[in-house]
Nanobody
Framework: EVQLVESGGGLVQAGGSLRLSCAAS????????IAWFRQGPGKEREGVSC????????YYTESVKGRFTISSDNAKDTVYLQLNSLKPDDTAVYYC????????????????????WGQGTQVTVSS
């Protein structure tokens, strides 16, 4: 079965850290851009970060620059999102998505019809 498998969410205090994982199952990331999105309570889904797997180019939304880091493990077909200095406003369900249109990293538009979506992982930051 072709799918994205996410893990790593949880409950953390403000200032803490988490590492999210997004693994490919049934396919490889070689020709894909992989983006992380989040959707907080009552909020629209927003793009957080993106990586072009083939060349390692990375993109971030302004609110997470300097705090979040996206990376990849080519051997494991896995993309990670390291969340540092977490704030209560970071509380959301975090999703990863993959698409062969690599330029989607420039916009991280959640309305794009991505090839694959993960099931989401909850991140809760307490104050």
């Amino acid at each position: 079965e072709v799918q994205l498998v996410e893990s790593g969410g949880g409950l953390v205090q403000a200032g803490g850290s988490l590492r999210l994982s997004c693994a490919a199952s049934g396919f490889t990331f070689d020709d894909y851009a992989i983006a992380w999105f989040r959707q907080g309570p009552g909020k629209e889904r927003e793009g957080v970060s993106c990586i072009v797997f083939s060349d390692g180019s990375t993109y971030y939304t302004e609110s997470v620059k300097g705090r979040f880091t996206i990376s990849s493990d080519n051997a494991k077909d896995t993309v990670y999102l390291q969340l540092n200095s977490l704030k209560p406003d970071d509380t959301a369900v975090y999703y990863c998505a993959a698409d062969r249109f690599k330029a989607i990293c420039n916009s991280m538009d959640h309305r794009w019809v991505y090839d694959y979506w993960g099931q989401g992982t909850q991140v809760t930051v307490s104050s």
